[in-house]
């Protein structure tokens, strides 16, 4: 069973247990005031340790959440996941609350957690539920779960209480709960909340030629290309008068949005340029300027004169505006229909296959379409896109490296022989002779990884494949360590190999942008081979919605600021933190938290926050515009957020973009006081698990306290710490040889900082916090808070509880989650600036939308929040977006009265402005507020 919202009705995240009528018939309580109430352990197996076997459940008298007794489940064992479980006979069609109070004793468990497995007919094992996860902690924390729509066929539940969940079986800890209930929730009495209280505020392009607030005005340049061609070195981008260039961007899908009308064309980059926007990426050109249909699709033209017409005055409206562009991919082989008369197998290819790096016929269309794209002379400006200094910057491909294959389907025979034939024919390059190579795969104990078959001279020996590159491997079969080491080794070969000739015929057009390669990267395998390009990049979203067959979108829903980055939480800021190389500028082309995400309001702070600590080099949001079968004459017409990866109009996302632009170009907040880097140890660079991407040690850490960045080969003096395996590091760590949880590791490194006086004793973790090392910058997980605090930007993001106290504002929010942020806009500190722009935004949802979850727990604040979110969307962009009012109180230490002017979307007065001492929210249906001093 699932809850459902039809029309203006939304099924409420219930703000207290209260909402709910339980049934008193199934009805279980556990005080463990009487022991453990027949709770018993499970995980267990002959032969394990009978005196340990006996500690795992247990009652406690040490500090019970209610009376006298609590139950404390121990894990002792270092090779098994011991927990306990209690057996409940349940109704498959009904829905069950299962709630109590657990904490931890503050020990090194990674999690602790409270799950529930269904079972069938004989206690037959169905599958696990969708539960929640619980951060460390030693004091008590209230858990609550909706366990709804149960597997068909359901007669048990057993819950159960773990110590170490998501953790190596090596990781032991102690759990404990306390007041725990299970029973029937009867579904009758739900909360619900109206769509109609919630306000309009359409956000589509417009022209306003006197806003109140134009932060391009302070912050861009114009026109864009002013200060020269944009450069790579010394490790960021500078233009060609010396001047450092950083990039706050957005992207625009091209399928139709590269061909607006003049009118719209002009509407956009003013939109664009006073909302702080200084770059868009034009995403995936090949889509539209290659005509498939024509017989000299070689020379890459659009059908008509007029789509590049239109395509011309979009670049010179932007450039006019202050906005420059990169151009992707110049290679036109993301994602470009082909067929078999194009190149082996075409039709097979699609996107993101790794033909393209080592297939001929790919390589030769590729540098096709580069000519055809840099070559084009802009009727408007009068440059060739390669000599156009708006152009800041070009990458070769999006998404697609040697080292990951997005389909599953084996290769066409054609890419199997080819890659083993290139593959044999670097074994004999890089070993000599058959020999050679057997004692290099020859183990300490004797045993070949070479088969008696197998000649590299023969050209019989195999690679394995991509997949099977992200596993350890196992000598006693074909996927043995060092077959996977040389096959990683010739990955890089051929992704080296095809970025040389690329950048070379680039060069060769006379062309001096900075090229990148691609934009997905996993590990420091295929990161390595990215040092001989201008910059790096990293696609990164937290919580990517899935597309079901019915086209339903679902998503975890799970708020990224209650997320432990300590855990390796796969969070955005240690994703593109992983692709910083010492020597390169870093740039993020694709990161969001999209639609219909509830708790997305937390994306531009956390982007924008990330960035200006680490001092990154771009941040692009994907996307403000475009995907397939969407023109600006739909943007125009468009009244509800149309698609995930559409979202101009999206108030819960784009409200907070002024604030985060001021914040990033200005610097407000300051880059980390230390830089550590990372120098990954030799056996390291090959491997290809993901683990970094995900937040491994040291991204589990690192990026949110100071600035990471990762030099190959040796530390290039800089840095305050290094960490690595040789020598020269000042702290020892490989992830080959390394065993021991990243939560140890990141508690040892924070303990090592302190030590040796690089970081205050009140920053780095603190409880349930990671502080920056500068102290502006705190991620409280433990309250669901994201908080920024410094002299020109002050606010927060998350589940506010208390009053929040920030150095020059004070916020009080009655709302359950909201973001709300307060920037300078002349320069000064918030103590004396004399115009100021509020942000206040919750949430904001197309009013038509059918939502439903699977489950609902419990926020730091105490608000019900759903997760395992769907919506089941038959038709896109139906109703109208519909912002949730915030009610709030702004006070602001210094100052005196203040005018405030609520503004509208496009930042015009929405009403006449007042007199008052304090700012409450919920005055007018608004995200903008202009507050200013006398």
């Known amino acids: 069973m699932v809850y459902t919202a039809k029309k203006y009705l939304f099924v409420m995240i219930l703000l207290t247990a209260t909402d709910m009528t339980l049934s008193a018939a199934v009805r279980q309580v556990w005080d463990f005031e009487a022991g453990t109430g027949k709770w018993r352990a499970w995980g267990t197996k002959p032969g394990m340790d009978a005196e340990k076997s006996a500690r795992i459940v247990t009652s406690s008298d040490e500090k019970p959440h209610g009376g006298k007794q609590c139950l404390r489940v121990r894990d002792d064992f270092d090779n098994a996941s011991p927990y306990a479980v209690f057996r409940v006979e349940v109704d498959p069609t009904k829905t069950y609350v299962f709630k109590g109070f657990i904490r931890s004793d503050g020990d090194a468990a990674p999690n602790e ?78 909360s619900i909340r109206d769509y109609t209280k919630w306000f309009t505020f359409p956000m589509n392009p417009k022209r306003q030629p006197k806003p109140l607030v134009d932060i391009g005005a302070s912050l ?16 960021h981008f500078y233009y060609a008068d010396g001047n450092q260039a950083r990039f706050w961007a957005v992207n625009i899908h091209s399928s139709n949005a590269l061909f607006p009308s003049h009118d719209q064309a002009e509407r956009v980059a003013e939109t664009l340029s006073r909302s702080g926007i200084n770059l868009v990426r034009f995403h995936l050109t090949e889509y539209v300027l290659i005509d498939r249909d024509r017989p000299d699709r070689a020379t890459f033209l659009p059908a008509t004169d007029e789509k590049w017409e239109r395509f011309d005055y979009f670049v010179k409206c932007l450039k006019d505006k202050g906005v420059y562009i990169l151009l992707d991919s110049v290679t036109g082989l993301s994602a470009r229909g082909l067929s078999d008369a194009d190149v082996p197998h075409g039709s097979e290819y699609g996107s993101h296959r790794p033909w393209v790096h080592f297939e001929p ?8 379409y580069i000519k055809g794209l840099l070559t084009h002379v802009n009727t408007y400006t009068g440059k060739a896109l390669k000599d156009e200094p708006a152009i800041a910057m070009l990458m070769l491909i999006n998404e697609q490296t040697m080292f ?89 070969a051929v992704q080296t190999a095809w970025q040389k000739e690329m950048l070379a015929f680039i060069r060769s057009l006379g062309c001096v942008l900075p ?82 995400h509830e708790w997305r309001s937390s ?123 040789s020598g020269k590091a000042s702290f020892n760590f490989s992830r080959t040889l390394n065993k021991k949880p990243g939560l140890e590791l990141a508690k040892e490194f924070d303990d090592y900082l302190k030590k040796q006086g690089l970081l205050a004793e009140d920053r780095g973790i603190q409880g349930d ?111 109208t977006v519909r912002v949730e009012p915030t009610d709030a109180t702004v006070l602001f230490k210094t100052g005196g009265m203040l005018t405030v002017t609520p503004l509208a979307p496009d930042m015009s007065a929405l009403s006449a402005p007042v007199q008052v001492a304090t700012v409450e929210t919920a005055s007018a249906p608004t995200v903008w507020y202009l507050v200013e001093r006398k």
């Open 113 to 190: 957690w409270v799950g529930v497995s269904a079972l069938g007919e004989g206690e037959k094992f169905i599958r696990w539920l969708e539960t929640p996860k619980f951060k460390l902690s030693a004091e008590w924390q209230e858990f609550w779960l909706l366990l709804s729509g149960l597997p068909a066929g359901t007669k048990y539940l057993y819950l159960a209480v773990k110590p170490s969940f998501y953790a190596p079986s090596s990781s032991t800890g102690t759990v404990c709960v306390d007041d725990v209930e299970f029973c029937e929730q009867e579904s009758a009495p739900i």
């Open 220 to 235: 861009l340049h114009t026109p864009a290309g002013k200060h020269g061609f944009v450069q790579s070195k010394n490790g």
């Open 361 to 368: 016929a790919f390589i030769e269309l590729g540098k096709a």
């Open 404 to 492: 990951f294959d997005w389909k599953s389907k084996p290769w066409p025979a054609h890419y199997q022989e080819l890659l083993k034939k290139k593959f044999n024919a670097w074994l004999i390059e890089t070993y000599g002779t058959r020999g050679a190579l057997a004692t290099a795969w020859t183990s300490p104990d004797g045993l070949c990884a070479l088969k008696a078959e197998e000649d590299p001279a023969a050209g019989t020996v195999s690679p394995v494949t991509v997949q099977e590159i992200r596993n350890e491997g196992d000598w006693k079969t074909d996927k043995s360590p060092p077959r996977i080491r040389a096959t990683v080794a010739f990955f890089r």
């Open 515 to 596: 090229v990148a390669d691609s934009n997905i990267y996993y590990d420091i395998a295929d990161l390595e081979t990215q040092t001989m390009m201008d910059y790096t990049s990293q696609n990164v979203y937290y919580d990517h919605v899935r597309r079901n067959s019915d086209q339903s979108l679902s998503m975890a829903n799970i708020p990224s600021v209650e997320r432990n980055p300590l855990f390796g939480a796969g969070l955005i800021e240690n994703a593109i933190a992983m692709v910083k190389i010492n020597t390169k500028p870093v740039t993020s082309t694709e990161s969001n938290m999209m639609w219909p």
């Open 603 to 725: 994306y531009f702070l956390t982007a924008a926050s990330a960035a200006a600590l680490q001092d990154w080099d771009a941040m692009f949001f994907y996307c403000y515009f475009g995907g397939f079968g969407y023109d600006w004459d739909k943007a125009d017409a468009a009244t509800a957020v149309l698609q995930p990866t559409v979202e101009f109009n999206d108030p819960a996302l784009l409200a907070t973009l002024p604030n985060a632009a001021l914040m990033y170009h200005r610097r407000d907040v300051a880059p980390g006081k230390n830089l550590v880097q990372v120098v990954p140890a030799k056996d390291d660079i090959y491997l290809a698990n993901g683990e970094p991407r995900s937040g491994a040690f040291p991204l589990n850490y690192v990026p949110y306290v100071s600035r990471y960045e990762i030099a190959f080969g040796k530390p290039d003096g800089r840095a305050q710490a290094v960490i690595g395996a």
């Open 769 to 879: 916090s990671l502080v920056s090392d500068t102290g502006e910058v705190i991620h409280n997980f433990g309250k669901g808070l994201l908080i920024v605090d410094t002299p020109r930007t002050q606010g927060f993001t998350g589940f506010p509880k208390d009053e929040l106290k920030f150095r020059d504002i004070r916020v009080t929010s009655r709302t359950g989650f909201t973001t709300i942020l307060v920037s300078s806009l002349d320069g000064a500190g918030l103590d004396t600036a004399k115009k100021m722009l509020l942000t206040v935004i919750a949430r904001a949802e197309n009013d038509k939308d059918n939502m439903q979850y699977a489950s609902f727990s419990k926020a730091p604040n105490g608000m019900m929040r759903g997760e395992r979110l769907t919506v089941a969307h038959p038709q896109p962009g139906l109703g």
